[in-house]
Nanobody, 122 residues
Framework: QVQLVESGGGLVQAGGSLRLSCAASGRTFSTNVMGWFRQAPGKEREFVGV????????YYADSVKARFTISRDNAQNTVYLQMNSLKPEDTAVYYC???????????????WGQGTQVTVSS
């Protein structure tokens, strides 16, 4: 089993920044990637981006490309989501998820965190 705990959410004004963290514990060696998803009220959960643990390659949804950056600290088993130039439409619960392969679909991920709320005011 892998346990994931997100932190860093909060309220920020449009144009501001937040950094989310996702701390992984347990059998982390069984996973190769960490993805970020988000779910806005009344909407389906959507892919934000993903990073490969070992080599650090990242992939992003078009909606966040050039504004969001995913990084990782392998020694701390922690992945970060740096969010800049935030917009009201970025308001959502953000989830990290661990899996074996790079993918943008929820079913490709085996373990999920509890989520952290990000609210962007206009």
């Amino acid at each position: 089993q892998v346990q994931l705990v997100e932190s860093g959410g909060g309220l920020v004004q449009a144009g501001g920044s937040l950094r989310l963290s996702c701390a992984a514990s347990g059998r982390t060696f069984s996973t190769n990637v960490m993805g970020w998803f988000r779910q806005a009220p009344g909407k389906e959960r959507e892919f934000v981006g993903v990073i490969r643990w070992r080599v650090g390659n990242t992939y992003y949804a078009d909606s966040v490309k050039a504004r969001f950056t995913i990084s990782r600290d392998n020694a701390q088993n922690t992945v970060y989501l740096q969010m800049n130039s935030l917009k009201p439409e970025d308001t959502a619960v953000y989830y990290c998820a661990a899996g074996k392969t790079v993918a943008s679909t929820e079913k490709s991920y085996d373990y999920w965190g509890q989520g952290t709320q990000v609210t962007v005011s206009s």
